[in-house]
Protein backbone atom coordinates (compact mmCIF):
# COMPACT_ATOMS: atom_id res chain seq x y z
CA UNK A 1 0.00 0.00 0.00
CA UNK A 2 3.05 2.61 0.63
CA UNK A 3 4.35 2.27 -3.31
CA UNK A 4 1.04 3.50 -4.41
CA UNK A 5 -0.10 7.06 -5.01
CA UNK A 6 -1.62 8.52 -2.31
CA UNK A 7 -3.20 12.42 -1.78
CA UNK A 8 -2.17 13.81 2.13
CA UNK A 9 -4.11 16.30 3.92
CA UNK A 10 -2.78 17.41 7.54
CA UNK A 11 -6.14 18.16 9.93
CA UNK A 12 -5.40 19.89 13.34
CA UNK A 13 -8.50 20.09 16.35
CA UNK A 14 -7.63 21.13 20.15
CA UNK A 15 -4.38 19.29 20.79
CA UNK A 16 -4.47 16.79 17.68
CA UNK A 17 -3.06 16.79 14.78
CA UNK A 18 -4.06 14.12 11.99
CA UNK A 19 -1.77 13.06 8.87
CA UNK A 20 -4.06 11.71 6.46
CA UNK A 21 -3.15 9.92 3.24
CA UNK A 22 -5.92 8.52 0.65
CA UNK A 23 -4.92 5.82 -1.95
CA UNK A 24 -6.67 6.17 -4.77
CA UNK A 25 -8.57 2.97 -6.29
CA UNK A 26 -9.08 1.35 -3.06
CA UNK A 27 -11.70 -0.64 -1.44
CA UNK A 28 -12.56 1.69 1.70
CA UNK A 29 -10.41 -0.11 4.02
CA UNK A 30 -9.20 2.59 7.27
CA UNK A 31 -5.94 2.12 8.86
CA UNK A 32 -5.39 4.67 12.41
CA UNK A 33 -1.98 4.30 13.50
CA UNK A 34 -1.40 1.51 11.91
CA UNK A 35 -4.67 -0.58 13.46
CA UNK A 36 -8.52 -0.80 11.65
CA UNK A 37 -10.29 1.95 11.74
CA UNK A 38 -12.97 0.26 13.94
CA UNK A 39 -10.50 -0.48 16.65
CA UNK A 40 -8.57 2.62 17.14
CA UNK A 41 -12.41 4.49 17.21
CA UNK A 42 -14.91 2.02 19.11
CA UNK A 43 -17.10 4.64 20.47
CA UNK A 44 -20.37 4.28 18.34
CA UNK A 45 -20.76 6.85 15.73
CA UNK A 46 -17.04 8.22 15.45
CA UNK A 47 -16.06 6.49 12.34
CA UNK A 48 -19.55 7.66 10.43
CA UNK A 49 -18.37 11.56 11.87
CA UNK A 50 -14.94 11.24 10.57
CA UNK A 51 -15.88 9.78 7.05
CA UNK A 52 -18.00 12.35 6.46
CA UNK A 53 -16.73 14.08 3.75
CA UNK A 54 -16.03 10.79 1.93
CA UNK A 55 -20.04 10.37 2.44
CA UNK A 56 -20.36 13.98 0.36
CA UNK A 57 -18.38 13.12 -2.33
CA UNK A 58 -20.12 9.43 -2.34
CA UNK A 59 -16.95 8.31 -2.46
CA UNK A 60 -16.76 6.15 0.46
CA UNK A 61 -15.26 2.46 -1.35
CA UNK A 62 -13.36 4.83 -3.54
CA UNK A 63 -10.18 5.28 -1.66
CA UNK A 64 -8.29 3.79 1.22
CA UNK A 65 -7.44 5.88 4.07
CA UNK A 66 -4.46 6.15 5.72
CA UNK A 67 -3.90 8.02 8.88
CA UNK A 68 -1.26 9.05 11.26
CA UNK A 69 -2.51 11.25 14.21
CA UNK A 70 -1.36 12.05 17.86
CA UNK A 71 -1.79 14.57 20.77
CA UNK A 72 -5.67 15.12 21.79
CA UNK A 73 -8.57 13.09 23.59
CA UNK A 74 -10.94 10.95 21.25
CA UNK A 75 -13.16 14.06 20.30
CA UNK A 76 -10.34 16.35 19.64
CA UNK A 77 -8.35 13.40 17.09
CA UNK A 78 -11.24 12.96 15.41
CA UNK A 79 -11.75 15.90 14.55
CA UNK A 80 -8.56 16.33 13.07
CA UNK A 81 -8.88 13.06 10.84
CA UNK A 82 -12.36 14.40 9.38
CA UNK A 83 -10.84 17.89 8.38
CA UNK A 84 -7.47 15.82 7.09
CA UNK A 85 -9.94 13.79 4.79
CA UNK A 86 -11.26 16.81 3.56
CA UNK A 87 -8.18 18.26 2.73
CA UNK A 88 -7.00 15.26 0.87
CA UNK A 89 -9.85 15.28 -1.12
CA UNK A 90 -9.99 18.96 -2.24
CA UNK A 91 -6.31 17.96 -3.58
CA UNK A 92 -7.89 15.24 -5.83
CA UNK A 93 -10.83 17.20 -7.15
CA UNK A 94 -11.27 21.03 -6.45
CA UNK A 95 -14.46 20.89 -8.03
CA UNK A 96 -15.45 19.39 -4.75
CA UNK A 97 -14.43 22.47 -2.48
CA UNK A 98 -18.15 23.87 -2.74
CA UNK A 99 -20.14 20.88 -1.55
CA UNK A 100 -17.45 20.34 1.30
CA UNK A 101 -17.63 24.28 1.98
CA UNK A 102 -21.40 24.53 2.56
CA UNK A 103 -20.92 21.75 5.40
CA UNK A 104 -18.13 23.85 6.85
CA UNK A 105 -15.73 20.96 6.41
CA UNK A 106 -12.91 22.84 5.36
CA UNK A 107 -12.92 25.02 8.38
CA UNK A 108 -10.47 24.27 11.24
CA UNK A 109 -12.22 24.58 14.43
CA UNK A 110 -9.82 27.11 16.40
CA UNK A 111 -11.56 26.17 19.88
CA UNK A 112 -9.18 25.03 22.67
CA UNK A 113 -9.07 25.09 26.31
CA UNK A 114 -9.16 28.36 28.12
CA UNK A 115 -6.21 28.65 30.63
CA UNK A 116 -6.93 29.00 34.03
CA UNK A 117 -6.77 32.36 35.73
CA UNK A 118 -5.35 32.76 39.61
CA UNK A 119 -7.88 32.76 42.25
CA UNK A 120 -10.48 30.49 40.18
CA UNK A 121 -11.13 26.69 40.12
CA UNK A 122 -11.19 26.63 36.07
CA UNK A 123 -11.09 29.34 33.68
CA UNK A 124 -14.17 30.64 34.90
CA UNK A 125 -15.31 28.36 37.33
CA UNK A 126 -15.13 31.11 40.54
CA UNK A 127 -14.75 29.39 44.46
CA UNK A 128 -18.13 29.03 46.16
CA UNK A 129 -19.34 31.88 48.14
CA UNK A 130 -19.59 31.53 51.45
CA UNK A 131 -21.13 34.28 54.16
CA UNK A 132 -19.60 32.81 57.14
Known amino acids: ?36 GEDYMPRFGDLDILLEPLRILGQEKSFDVSVHVSGGGVSGQRDAIK ?7 LKIDPEAKPALKTRKLLTRDSRVKERKKPGLKRARKAPTYTKR
Open 1 to 36: MTSQQYYEGIGRRKAASARVRLFAGGTGLMTINDKD
Open 83 to 89: LGIARAL
